[in-house]
């Protein structure tokens, strides 16, 4: 108002400077109880503007004088105010922080201040609690919050940690189940009841889940096509050793869902060409495994691929997966493989060649291991075994073919497929349980002599002045052929110290 009554006077005073310049002053006369007052009509103007901004200020004035009390009311109410927000933000970091007892403190404090916030006082009253490790004041909290609308999922969700702490799996899972029902985006309380059907090894209730979490929008589909994929296969692999024809077709029939959900989900795929080959169905499971490598070749796929038929000589089993390495030839596993079909074939130097096309720089005590072979298969012990000690400090790399006596990938527990379905639905990376949690598993690296001894290729070469011995046809001998009877080598203890102690040939 002031303001305004300003803009007014600085309007008249112009005015009044625009009459006087054109000599038109005007004649103002003022009489009032005997007096009598005569100006100009400029003058009266600005005396009259004068006037009313001195009325102004005097009542705005006055009324700041007669507000001040309820203004200092709302003064001390902002100040109490800012207290309680302070207190509250104070609580809640300390709860994060896991200091209990200044939670506690903070939480009374904001009670006493943050009148206008009772939601987040209750909150944090039950987290400080919680976190104080009071589980008997938490769950009074909690109960307390489940009587307003607005709080009821939070108090769920409360009392279902709660009963976790405690060890009450039944009462966490009956909060859980209420808040999912009453939330239809409560992720935790969908994320709840899919572990424990996970847990219990229940695949078909968990794929109900799976969909109910599509249709509700808690999950991306990519991540539900996932979840769907492995809890098909695990269906799979809880059928795949009965003796019923019928429950073995369920099972294909899972794993077939699963390849056609993704296509490229290895433990699905190897679950498929195995049962499709125990039905009489090579040429299909071959077409499977061949379309998963093209995306995304992985150890498990060769390996399955690799027993798919036992009735072919080594070399014909080596042109079928250097046949398979072709469909991707740029990727890591179809390098490594072809370096494992040469050694299947009995071709060592086609197994170096092929091993001079793998990155060595950070090698992992799989590819030393398949070195030390490529290495031992070309008549070189000595290198073979500098493979085995730098493998034997080199990091662990699971190579899928050491879950059992019989080396089939995925053969899993039940509680390994649930982990395996909860981390490739959330990443969509394979995890190896039974290597994750360091089980004793078969050796990256092959077992060569301690030392040299006089059966060892390079050694007899060395010492007869002849050719190095031929490897045969079987990946798994890796000793030379036992000496024509009759023909006793030479003992040269002297050749053999040259052999350990000098100079190695440059290569």
Same mark, same amino acid.
Do not use: C
């Given at each position: 108002m002031i303001r305004a009554a300003l803009v007014l006077v600085f309007v008249a005073a112009v005015a009044v400077v625009m009459v006087a310049l054109t000599g038109e002053?005007?004649? &103002?006369?003022?009489?009032?109880?005997?007096?009598?007052?005569?100006?100009?009509?400029?003058?009266? $103007? *600005?005396?009259? *503007?004068?006037?009313? %901004?001195?009325?102004?200020?005097?009542w705005r004035a006055l009324l700041w004088v007669v507000e001040a009390p309820r203004r200092a009311a709302r003064a001390r109410a902002e100040a109490r105010r800012k207290q309680g927000q302070e207190a509250l933000?104070?609580?809640f970091l300390a709860v994060?922080?896991?200091?209990?007892?200044? =939670?506690?403190?903070?939480?009374?404090?904001?009670?006493? %201040? #943050?009148?206008?916030?009772?939601?987040?006082? +209750?909150?944090? #009253?039950?987290?400080? =609690?919680?976190? =104080?490790?009071?589980? &008997?004041?938490?769950?009074?909290?909690?109960?307390? /919050?489940?009587?307003? !609308?607005? /709080?009821?999922?939070?108090?769920? +969700?409360? *009392?279902?940690?709660? &009963?976790?702490?405690?060890?009450?799996?039944?009462?966490? %899972?009956r909060h859980a189940q209420t808040a999912f029902g009453l939330a239809r985006t409560a992720r935790w309380a969908w994320r709840a009841l899919l572990e424990a059907r996970l847990e219990a090894g229940d695949w078909a209730g968990a794929l109900d889940l799976v969909k109910t979490a599509v249709d509700r929008k808690i999950v991306p589909p990519v991540v539900a096509d996932r979840a769907r994929a492995a809890l098909l296969t695990a269906s799979a692999a809880s059928l795949e050793e009965s003796d019923d024809p019928g429950v073995l077709d369920q099972a294909l029939e899972f794993a077939q869902q699963s390849v056609k959900i993704e296509p490229?989900?290895?433990?699905?795929?190897?679950?498929? #060409?195995?049962?499709? =080959?125990?039905?009489?169905?090579a040429a299909r499971a071959s077409g %499977?495994?061949?379309?998963?490598?093209?995306s995304a070749p992985h150890p498990a796929l060769w390996l399955a691929y690799r027993d798919l038929r036992t009735d072919e000589t080594p070399k014909a089993r080596a042109a079928r997966l250097a046949a398979l390495a072709a469909l991707k030839p740029e990727a890591r596993e179809s390098r490594l493989l072809r370096v494992e079909s040469a050694l299947i074939a009995g071709d060592p130097v086609g197994a170096r060649a092929a091993a +001079?096309? *793998?990155?060595?720089?950070?090698?992992?005590?799989?590819?030393?291991?398949? /070195?030390?072979?490529?290495?031992?298969?070309?008549?070189? !012990?000595?290198?073979?075994? &500098?493979?085995?000690?730098?493998?034997?400090? $080199?990091?662990?790399?699971?190579?899928?073919?050491?879950?059992?006596?019989?080396? +089939?990938?995925?053969a899993y527990q039940r509680e390994d497929w649930a982990r395996l379905a909860v981390s490739y639905a959330e990443t969509g990376e394979l995890i190896h349980p039974r290597f994750e949690r360091h089980e004793r598993a078969m050796s990256e690296l092959p077992e060569l002599p301690s030392a040299y001894v006089e059966s060892? !290729?390079?050694?007899?070469?060395?010492?007869?002045?002849?050719?190095?011995?031929?490897?045969?046809?079987?990946?798994?001998?890796?000793?030379?052929?036992?000496?024509?009877?009759?023909?006793? !080598?030479?003992r040269n203890a002297g050749a053999r110290r040259r052999l350990a102690s000098g100079p190695r040939a440059a290569k």
């Open positions: 002053p005007g004649h &103002a006369t003022l009489v009032w109880m005997g007096w009598r007052i005569d100006m100009t009509a400029a003058a009266a $103007a *600005l005396l009259t *503007l004068l006037l009313t %901004l001195l009325a102004t200020v005097a933000s104070r609580g994060a922080g896991g200091d209990g007892s200044e =939670a506690r403190r903070l939480a009374l404090k904001a009670a006493s %201040l #943050a009148e206008d916030s009772p939601a987040l006082v +209750r909150v944090l #009253a039950a987290q400080a =609690a919680e976190s =104080a490790g009071d589980h &008997a004041a938490a769950r009074t909290a909690y109960d307390a /919050m489940l009587g307003f !609308p607005e /709080m009821r999922l939070a108090g769920l +969700r409360g *009392l279902m940690q709660v &009963a976790q702490v405690e060890g009450d799996r039944a009462e966490a %899972l490229d989900f290895a433990p699905g795929v190897v679950m498929a #060409a195995r049962l499709l =080959a125990a039905d009489g169905k %499977l495994i061949e379309t998963a490598w093209k +001079r096309l *793998l990155d060595d720089d950070a090698p992992t005590a799989r590819f030393a291991g398949l /070195m030390s072979r490529v290495a031992y298969a070309n008549g070189e !012990p000595d290198e073979a075994r &500098a493979w085995i000690v730098r493998g034997a400090a $080199a990091a662990q790399e699971a190579d899928w073919s050491d879950l059992d006596p019989e080396g +089939r990938a995925f060892t !290729p390079f050694v007899r070469a060395a010492e007869t002045g002849g050719s190095l011995m031929p490897i045969p046809d079987d990946p798994g001998v890796l000793e030379p052929p036992p000496a024509p009877e009759g023909a006793a !080598p030479r």
